[in-house]
């Protein structure tokens, strides 16, 4: 028999108890839940989903049921393919872009302890940002539309906020009469892009200063004088932002591959995972600035408790939003125009992906059937599920 594979739940099951000893005090309510969640997720405490037995033998297995919550690392999979499917409905036969904005280091404190507040505004300052660019007549001179994800952390569940834009090569004239292609080699100019977002960024961040939507603890206490806070951001001003802009990269026959590595994925997924011994967890991580190649580390597991927490969005907060002419706002009627101004528009065919049978781990010959289904008996908060939104920068 294959010996199971190890999870993130596995760590938070032994070494748990011991991370509530040390952090328990500083835990929001939401990242105690998250915790619980994983625990939880698929074991008797949330009831029995269904029973399989062995079509050729006596094993019988009982599955429980998922805690749904979109933090796991095994309850976003069918939520990715249900959303790909209806993406796939809004594709156009144009190349696509990536665009990454991220903000600098010496801000993600400030985030942690704010993080409805700063994540919503690095939101508001990105889409700004692109929307306004493209719409200069000396760039390229179109509404474009695009849709945005939030991921605040590094290969090694580092605190990174940042946000990934996928963006069709081009947008729709102002009158709407034509479509307008960017450049081959790229999609906007990223000095002036990172310029413009810098910008906006510490505008809506001072504005929420002034209006007593931030709060200071521990080490930034000083920052809530305003002049040491006005002093903070001028500095932060004479800073280059890193804005990265991918050259267009293929049709929608890849944009769905490309979105399915970005949108529901978590702070760390089960398959990187290698080893918890002694209290040290051993995984693989991406190394991008060495040609991304492939290493390992190593963490005490207290810490990579930690590290996972510090990614545990606020109840609610939607992490996917839709911009421009991708907005829920005439979304249909904006993408039909635009698929009437591009020739030979074919509607791309999101393959469903069926899942795969079961071998008995008994027998090694049959295969586990479902012979018994119950319905959930666990609830959850729809606030824990990756909500979208549209929202019409125009």
Known sequence: MTQRRLEVADVFRQHGQEFLDRWGHMLSRQQRRVLRDIVACRTAELG??????????????????????????????????????????????????HVVFTIPHEIGPLALQNPRTLYGILFRASAEALTELAADPKRLGAKIGFLTVLH????????????????????????????????????????????LFRGKFLDYLAQA???????????????????????????????????????????PQHVLKYLARYTHRVAIANGRLISLVDGVVRFQWRDSQHGNQIKETALDAVEFIRRFLLHALP???????????????NRKRNVACCRTLLPHYIAPKHAERLPEPIRCPACHLGIMRIIQSTAPAMGYDRNNESHEVHIDSS
């Open 152 to 195: 605040t952390w590094t290969q090694r569940l580092e605190h990174h906020p940042h946000v990934h834009c996928v963006t069709p090569a081009g947008g729709l004239s102002p009158d709407r009469t034509r479509w307008i292609a960017s450049r081959k080699r790229f999609f906007l100019p990223v000095r002036p892009l990172s310029k």
């Open 48 to 97: 029995v989903h269904h029973i399989e037995q062995c079509d050729r033998c006596p094993h019988q297995k009982i599955v429980y049921n998922s805690c749904r919550n979109r933090h796991c690392p095994k309850c976003h999979s069918r939520a990715r393919d249900e959303w790909l499917a209806e993406r796939a409905e809004d594709l156009l036969p144009v190349p696509y872009c």
């Open 315 to 329: 109840c609610g907060f939607v992490k996917i939003r839709h911009y421009g002419f991708l907005s829920n706002r």
């Open 209 to 251: 200063f002034r209006q007593g939507r931030l709060q200071f603890h521990g080490t930034l206490h000083e920052l809530a004088d305003p002049v040491r806070f006005e002093t903070w951001i001028a500095s932060l001003r004479k800073q280059k932002w890193v804005v990265y802009a991918k050259p267009p990269f293929g049709g």
